[in-house]
């Protein structure tokens, strides 16, 4: 559970603007995933990186874009490309090939 | 790229009684097989994983199988309480993207007393 947080937990988007969220980790982990909850799906893969420094596109990349600065951190962008951003996003954070560890999510919604 | 299916979508059991949830993948490279427990509004929760060079593991009242040859594995909870109440999701992961998880819809299992 702990060591894996997200920010902010709700998140509220105008049309047009772009948007942060906030994922950090301080398990040590090299590889760090985003994915995206709509309801009644499972979760879709947005972007991963499993080294600083470098990161791939997921299925649903379009719209979105993240940066790996940092081993501890993963912050995803939501741009105004993406077209229908309402739902909850997590991050995850894991050891190559092993358990993946959730954030909390956040809950964007677009206004 | 991996596709995992899942069923049933919904799941309802008397306390007491077995539940079984099951999925199938497409990518044989997948190799990693992890099942997650997920409350309303919360983040999921490994609850067992089981890797391709398994057939079965066991933890308490949970258990996962599979078998490769069909591509397909699933989760059995026997002795089921109303705190198993929660959405159920399976997932494959593929060493060709990054270890990433590829996961099912999910199952929303209700465990009425």
């Known amino acids: 559970d702990g060591g894996i947080t997200q920010s902010p937990k709700y998140l509220f988007r105008k049309e047009g603007q772009n948007v942060t969220l906030s994922c950090e980790q301080n398990?040590?982990?090299?590889?760090m995933y985003w994915y995206r909850q709509d309801p009644g799906q499972g979760l879709r893969l947005i972007y991963y990186?499993?080294?600083?420094?470098?990161?791939q596109k997921g299925d649903i990349a379009e719209g979105y874009s993240v940066s790996r600065e940092k081993k501890e951190s993963f912050p995803l962008t939501v741009t105004s490309a993406q077209k229908n951003p309402t739902a909850f996003y997590l991050c995850?954070?894991?050891?190559?090939?092993?358990?993946?560890?959730f954030g909390p999510g956040t809950r964007l919604t677009v206004l | 790229g991996e596709n995992v299916e899942q069923h049933p979508s919904t799941l309802s059991v008397q306390e007491g009684d077995s539940a079984v949830i099951k999925c199938t993948y497409s990518?044989?490279?997948?190799?990693?097989f992890p099942w997650y427990k997920q409350e309303l509004g919360k983040r999921p929760q490994l609850i067992i994983d089981?890797?391709?060079?398994?057939g079965e593991k066991k933890d308490q009242r949970i258990a996962v199988t599979l078998n490769k040859t069909a591509k397909h594995f699933s989760l059995h909870i026997t002795e089921t309480q109303p705190e198993d109440s929660a959405v159920y999701f399976c997932?494959?992961?593929?060493?060709?993207?990054?270890?990433?998880?590829?996961f099912g819809k999910g199952t929303s299992l209700l465990v009425t007393p």
């Open positions: 995850a954070s894991s050891m190559t090939n092993n358990e993946q560890f």
């Open positions: 398990l040590n982990h090299d590889a």
């Open positions: 990186s499993q080294i600083v420094n470098d990161f």
């Open positions: 990518d044989s490279a997948s190799n990693y």
């Open positions: 089981i890797r391709s060079n398994v």
């Open positions: 997932a494959a992961s593929n060493p060709d993207s990054g270890y990433a998880l590829n």
